[in-house]
């Protein structure tokens, strides 16, 4: 998908380079790159990393521009879920239902009448969307670092308020009743808990007084000393071999 964007927008004789390494699948961009290109080469190789070029004029047959030539509808298997699922490629889960989602999704408590509920990085919209579908008069605001996913999110969930923000959002954006999230964890490839911990610490100051914070993550990760830190009540809802589902409840202002 963005091979095709790059490509709608290149003047006659452009080329694009693509960078990426070797455990990234870069190779398999060989494939699509010369779909589009009359040439494609190896421009460089070194330390696992590789430099693709496509060059010598975009074959403007079968070009894909606009968002709307890759959407997809699907449906995730969840009771309550629409079965014509907007998403997009490269959007968190695309297409299927992850194993954490699930998990928080069965796990979520009830929510009260009129309750405005926060789904932090909320991807396509699906926790957004059975926030809103199980409780009433529900306001449902999506945050998410992903513009795309936004883009589905919007098609998902109608009537919700679209958040693009990298991180928590400012506090003026609150308060909220709930936040509800499978948080991001990993920045590129590698493994950053502490993008979960920055949820927990940010949270207070978007909830209301009695407001609760729920989110999956694995459950090997040592949260509950950060959850305390924060938060007047901790608890786990649900877990299986590999995630774990929090609820941290009456947080403490001002830490």
Same mark, same amino acid.
Request: proline letters at 8%; glycine letters at 12%.
């Given at each position: 998908?963005?091979?095709?964007?790059?490509?709608?927008?290149?003047?006659?004789?452009?080329?694009?380079?693509?960078?990426?390494?070797?455990?990234?699948?870069?190779?398999?961009?060989?494939?699509?790159? &010369?779909?589009?290109?009359?040439?494609?080469?190896?421009?460089?190789?070194?330390?696992?990393?590789?430099?693709?070029?496509?060059?010598?004029?975009?074959?403007?047959?079968?070009?894909?521009?606009?968002?709307?030539?890759?959407?997809?509808?699907?449906?995730?298997?969840?009771?309550?879920?629409?079965?014509?699922?907007?998403?997009?490629?490269?959007?968190?889960?695309?297409?299927?239902?992850?194993?954490?989602?699930?998990?928080?999704?069965?796990?979520?408590?009830? !929510?009260?009448?009129?309750?405005?509920?926060?789904?932090?990085?909320?991807?396509?919209?699906?926790? &957004?969307?059975?926030?809103?579908?199980?409780?009433?008069?529900?306001?449902?605001?999506?945050?998410?670092?992903?513009?795309?996913?936004?883009? =589905?999110?919007?098609?998902?969930?109608?009537?919700?308020?679209?958040?693009?923000?990298? &991180?928590?959002?400012? =506090?003026?954006?609150?308060?909220?009743?709930?936040?509800?999230?499978?948080?991001?964890?990993? *920045?590129?490839?590698?493994?950053?808990?502490?993008?979960?911990?920055?949820? !927990?610490?940010?949270?207070?100051?978007?909830?209301?007084?009695?407001?609760?914070?729920?989110?999956?993550?694995?459950?090997?990760?040592?949260?509950?000393?950060?959850?305390?830190?924060?938060? *007047?009540?901790?608890?786990?809802?649900?877990?299986?071999?590999?995630?774990?589902?929090?609820?941290?409840?009456?947080?403490?202002?001002?830490?």
């Amino acid at each position: 998908m963005s091979l095709h964007a790059a490509a709608s927008v290149l003047q006659p004789g452009g080329a694009i380079l693509v960078y990426g390494a070797k455990d990234e699948g870069i190779q398999a961009a060989l494939g699509p790159l &010369g779909d589009l290109f009359q040439e494609t080469a190896t421009v460089s190789i070194g330390d696992r990393c590789r430099v693709l070029k496509g060059f010598g004029g975009v074959a403007v047959r079968g070009l894909r521009t606009p968002l709307v030539a890759w959407k997809s509808w699907v449906s995730l298997g969840y009771p309550g879920l629409p079965s014509d699922w907007v998403s997009y490629p490269g959007v968190f889960a695309h297409n299927r239902l992850d194993k954490g989602t699930r998990l928080l999704l069965d796990a979520l408590p009830p !929510i009260p009448p009129g309750a405005r509920v926060l789904d932090y990085g909320s991807g396509s919209g699906v926790v &957004g969307y059975v926030a809103w579908s199980r409780g009433e008069d529900v306001v449902v605001e999506l945050l998410d670092v992903d513009g795309v996913a936004l883009e =589905a999110a919007k098609e998902n969930v109608p009537g919700s308020n679209i958040h693009l923000y990298d &991180g928590l959002p400012p =506090a003026e954006v609150g308060p909220f009743d709930a936040i509800f999230s499978n948080p991001p964890f990993h *920045r590129g490839k590698a493994e950053d808990p502490e993008m979960i911990v920055e949820l !927990i610490r940010g949270a207070p100051a978007l909830l209301l007084a009695k407001g609760m914070l729920v989110f999956v993550a694995q459950r090997r990760l040592p949260l509950k000393n950060s959850l305390h830190e924060h938060f *007047r009540e901790v608890s786990v809802l649900a877990e299986d071999s590999t995630f774990r589902v929090w609820m941290a409840q009456e947080p403490t202002k001002g830490t």
